[in-house]
Nanobody, 123 residues
Framework: QGRLQESGGGSVQAGGSLRLSCAASGYTGSPYHMAWFRQIAGKEREGVAAIYGADSSTFYAASVQGRFFISQDNSMRTLNLQMNRLKPEDTGIYYC????????????????WGQGTQVTVSS
């Protein structure tokens, strides 16, 4: 029932960096997992990174491990994704999501989604 809105996408050359943000509202009560997913044309939505509000534990897809970093502010109202050493294959629409998943990087486990923000990485 909460609302999510992404920002910070844009165009960057390979090797560059971007920081995405997701403003969250209406998330109260039990702790949530928050996550970033990306949509690449012709492919299944892919989990990128996730964080658990109760203990700030983080999870990353192997393809972004060591390059991307997920974080939340203290109030858990802002979700961030620092994206470093970007590659052309990182190009896609990035979404933030919230839910109570079992598999934290499985998009089917999440119930609330933002509108997405475009990330384009040129070679």
């Amino acid at each position: 029932q909460g609302r999510l809105q992404e920002s910070g996408g844009g165009s960057v050359q390979a090797g560059g960096s971007l920081r995405l943000s997701c403003a969250a509202s209406g998330y109260t009560g039990s702790p949530y997992h928050m996550a970033w997913f990306r949509q690449i044309a012709g492919k299944e939505r892919e989990g990128v990174a996730a964080i658990y509000g109760a203990d700030s534990s983080t999870f990353y897809a192997a393809s972004v491990q060591g390059r991307f970093f997920i974080s939340q502010d203290n109030s858990m109202r802002t979700l961030n994704l620092q994206m470093n050493r970007l590659k052309p294959e990182d190009t896609g629409i990035y979404y933030c999501a919230a839910g109570h998943p079992n598999l934290v990087l499985d998009y089917r486990q999440y119930t609330n989604w933002g509108q997405g923000t475009q990330v384009t990485v040129s070679s």
